[in-house]
């Protein structure tokens, strides 16, 4: 027989001591409220019948083992035994709620209720019947307005009555619970936030604002609060106040949200009217000035587009000349400028404002950047006297690590290898473990294009880079690109296909490999997928538009190759008019890749048998790449063959 079917059984057959002291146990939990509940006025819970109490025991036995429906049979016939208990309808009303019998659960909890109206875990219940099982949302939020008005801490219905106003979208009662919260005596300042941003979000920023405003007065470093505020000021069009409530917020905040907050910063500064506002502050705002100067240069160097850069460059220089003029002692500035000027391509300005920074002190880095100043105009050679009298002079450091790396490149630039060489060289006798040098050491044997030193150099410095990500796939891929050019055809490959698992959007890579399958007609299909990839990062690199072209030709799909190659020719050409002969590395770069675009884009004219196409690729191919043997017999055979179809 179930115990919960005769329980007086028990009683009366066993009246061992254990069972008197659970009973003061469970009487004890039996009007111990659950925890954070408040009950409301103090009341006093009548002592249930005897009987009825003996099917409690059974149910709180079963609730600790986690069994309501046991518990709900057992209570049920206590309150068939004692009716005028609250105590008893509210776990019963409670136990069935746990099973999801919401409809079952309304009538003990409104006879709870009806018992115990001042005991707010009673109307708890009930409100949970009445949502969930009644589905009569009206009659659930009234019982909640009555827990508000009994409960010395009202906020949890107040909260929970928001939930459902916002749930329904009901936006006027929203506003009306938080009009009744935000008037809590014990209501705190981060609560107070939150029903700022709820008022915001129902369109009340009037009050959300004066509530934002309450809270900044006695807490100004809540950096979150500023933001909130910066936002609805913001807002209403009004951006120089939301400037200033955004700025006194940076202090105060970090990470995404402090990325977030320079973004609203830059936006707003990068207006002429505002930025003009901003110069003419008095007193300046230095620090502030200085930061919103690296920002404006940090998002120029971080967008493609050139002329957003330049004028995010501009602005920065802008605030760092009006900083210099306030504060013309403070070299930093300076050389900020200089750094600025450098990336707007401008090397005389650069070389002046770095000359300022080294007047006032004369740090070694100042010097780089007038000599990066010298070389951007193409001034090699006085770059060089520069950087060398610079080391002369500068003790192992960072600085002149910089230096070295410099003055390297800087002889490289004029074709002088062995000179750069030498300086690597220097360098890594002094600091062997340099790994930076030994790489640049690796690169003069690449400008001379002597591969087999390339890839010995490559190959040497593996050991040392393989903790260094960065430096790892750089040399990889040296290593995998001297190898192919010298030969290695499938050390090349294996390499190629480490960086890739390393690196998988590595598009430099992804070409170049499946160029190389396309240029041996083997794995043509993953030749296609790897060009893709590259492309799918820069789908207007004419390289890639090309590797893809040469690798549908190989497949024998020549109209599709054509119109890669022809759109890679219309992207190179461009590219080549912009280009100045103040770069004349580059250009000579730029006429290379369209010799090979052309050649391609006549071979396949060749074999569409379209020879006046043909003749013009290769004769353009030849003008940029006058000493190709391979261009001068294919227009010879061409010539030949017409010659051929002209004799009688």
């Not at 110069?279 to 971080?302: C, H, K």
């Amino acid at each position: 027989m179930e115990l919960e079917e005769e329980p007086s059984r028990v009683l009366k057959t066993r009246p061992d001591q254990w069972l008197i002291g659970l009973m003061v146990v469970l009487v004890g939990c039996a009007m111990a409220p659950p925890a954070g509940v408040d009950l409301g006025k103090e009341h006093e819970s009548p002592t249930p019948d005897p009987l009825a109490f003996s099917f409690y025991v059974v149910a709180k036995s079963a609730e600790l083992r986690n069994d309501p429906a046991r518990a709900a049979r057992a209570l049920r016939r206590a309150v068939e035994i004692d009716s005028t208990s609250a105590t008893l309808h509210r776990l019963l009303a409670r136990n069935l709620a746990s099973l999801d019998r919401f409809d079952e659960a309304l009538a003990p909890s409104t006879r709870a209720v009806e018992l115990d109206p001042d005991h707010l875990e009673n109307r708890w219940v009930r409100y949970n019947a009445l949502l969930s099982g009644a589905l009569d949302t009206a009659a659930a939020i009234a019982e909640l307005d009555r827990i508000a008005v009994r409960s010395t801490n009202p906020i949890r219905a107040l909260d929970t009555r928001l939930r459902i106003y916002t749930k329904q979208q009901d936006r006027a009662g929203v506003v009306a619970v938080l009009d009744r919260i935000v008037t809590l005596p014990n209501l705190d300042d981060r609560g107070r936030q939150i029903a700022a941003q709820n008022y915001r979000r129902n369109g009340e920023p009037a009050k959300a604002e004066a509530l934002l405003r309450d809270v900044l007065s006695r807490q100004p470093q809540l950096g979150d609060a500023w933001v909130q505020l910066g936002g609805i000021i913001g807002s209403r069009g009004d951006t120089l106040a939301a400037a200033r409530a955004y700025r006194k917020g940076v202090a105060y905040i970090s990470g995404d949200q402090l990325r977030q907050v320079w973004r609203q910063l830059v936006s707003i500064y990068v207006r002429p009217h505002a930025f003009e506002a901003l110069i003419a502050e008095t007193p300046v705002d230095a620090p502030f000035t200085e930061q919103l100067a690296d920002v404006f240069r940090s998002f120029g160097r971080g967008t493609n587009d050139d002329r957003q850069r330049s004028a995010l460059y501009h602005r920065a220089l802008n605030l760092l000349n009006h900083l210099s003029s306030l504060f013309p002692a403070r070299s930093e500035l300076h050389a900020k400028s200089g750094e600025l000027l450098l990336n707007l391509n401008q090397g005389k300005n650069a070389r002046e404002a770095f000359e300022r920074a080294s007047s006032i002190d004369n740090r070694p880095e100042y010097r780089v950047g007038f000599a990066h100043g010298l070389i951007l105009d193409g001034e090699y050679e006085s770059a060089i006297d520069e950087l060398t009298a610079a080391l002369d002079h500068t003790p192992p450091s960072d600085a002149r690590h910089q230096i070295t790396l410099t003055l390297g490149n800087a002889h490289s630039a004029l074709g002088q290898n062995a000179e750069a060489r030498r300086v690597f060289e220097t360098a890594l006798e002094a600091d062997p473990d340099h790994l930076g040098f030994g790489f640049e050491r690796a690169q003069t044997f690449v400008r001379e294009q002597n591969w087999n030193a390339a890839v010995e150099a490559f190959a040497a410095l593996m050991p040392g880079v393989e903790s260094n990500a960065g430096l790892l796939q750089q040399t990889l891929y040296g290593l995998a690109r001297a190898n192919e050019r010298s030969g290695n055809f499938d050390t090349a490959v294996r390499k190629f296909e480490r960086l890739i698992a390393l690196d998988p959007s590595h598009d430099e890579a992804l070409n170049y490999l499946g160029y190389m399958f396309a240029e041996k007609g083997v794995r043509l299909g993953e030749a296609l997928q790897f060009i893709q990839r590259a492309l799918d990062q820069e789908p207007n690199n004419g390289a890639y538009l090309d590797s893809m072209g040469w690798a549908y030709y190989q497949l024998g799909e020549l109209e599709r190759a054509r119109e890669y190659l022809q759109k890679a020719i219309a992207i190179e050409e461009r590219a080549m008019q912009a280009l100045t002969d103040a770069d004349p590395r580059h250009l000579a770069g730029m006429r290379e890749n369209l010799a090979v675009i052309h050649e391609h884009a006549g071979d396949v004219a060749a074999a569409l048998e379209q020879k006046d196409q043909a003749r013009e690729h290769w004769s353009k191919a030849r003008s940029y790449d006058p000493d190709n043997e391979t261009l001068v017999k294919k227009l010879g055979t061409l010539d030949a063959s017409e010659t051929d179809r002209e004799t009688p």
